[in-house]
């Protein structure tokens, strides 16, 4: 078991080791994020050419790539290459998300649904990416739209009167009224323009 957190951009820049869809996946996750990312393969998918907020470096890792990153996420087709950069990241004591190993990685991506400032995130602690991806697909239905409004309503009326923290436990077999109810309790009401 972990601790999930939100890792903020001013943490500093990430490096993405692999030019594949998976490093794609991931590079394109943190700079939707805000951080800076540097891409380090031989070979880049076009995804990711010519895109601000990446920095590309066509060639192999070596060693020194890991210095001056906040987060590190091994994503090659490469056992060993994963491999040395996950003991190298963890050396350095950076987090790092090693793709193809579960007992390398000291960080896991969870699956995240964003509406505006409002992130949901579900990790399955690395086990399946995929029944991460469906319980996230689940909870964002039950949710529906408009959330990012009143995240911003929350931000203005938090910034005049400052509140009191609500702590609030969601079962994994919630039904979507459970998760409305609970989400109501921490935000309020649903707008009234917001569809389901």
């Known amino acids: 078991m972990g601790l999930m957190l939100e890792l903020l951009p001013s943490l500093g820049p990430?490096?993405?080791?692999?030019g594949g869809a998976v490093a794609a996946r991931k590079a394109e996750s943190l700079a939707a994020a805000g951080f800076a990312v540097t891409v380090v393969s031989p070979s880049i998918v076009k995804v990711l050419t010519g895109r601000p907020g990446f920095t590309?470096?066509?060639?192999?890792?070596v060693p020194a790539d890991v210095a001056g990153h906040a987060v590190v996420f091994a994503c090659t087709g490469d056992r060993e290459v994963n491999r040395l950069v996950g003991q190298l990241a963890r050396e350095a004591g950076v987090p790092v998300v090693v793709a193809d190993s579960q007992d390398e990685s000291t960080a896991f991506s969870p699956a995240v649904h964003r509406d505006g400032d409002?992130?949901?995130a579900v990790s399955t602690h690395g086990a399946s990416p995929a029944v991460a991806a469906q319980v996230r697909d689940q909870i964002a239905a039950s949710l529906g739209d408009g959330w990012a409004e009143r995240v911003e309503a929350a931000r203005a009326a938090r910034a005049e009167k400052p509140r009191r923290p609500v702590k609030v436990l969601i079962p994994f077999d919630a039904t979507p009224e459970q998760i409305e109810a609970a989400v109501v309790q921490i935000l309020g009401p649903r707008p009234a323009k917001a569809k389901r």
């Open 56 to 61: 590309l470096r066509r060639r192999a890792f």
């Open 118 to 120: 409002l992130q949901v």
């Open 14 to 18: 990430a490096l993405v080791v692999g």
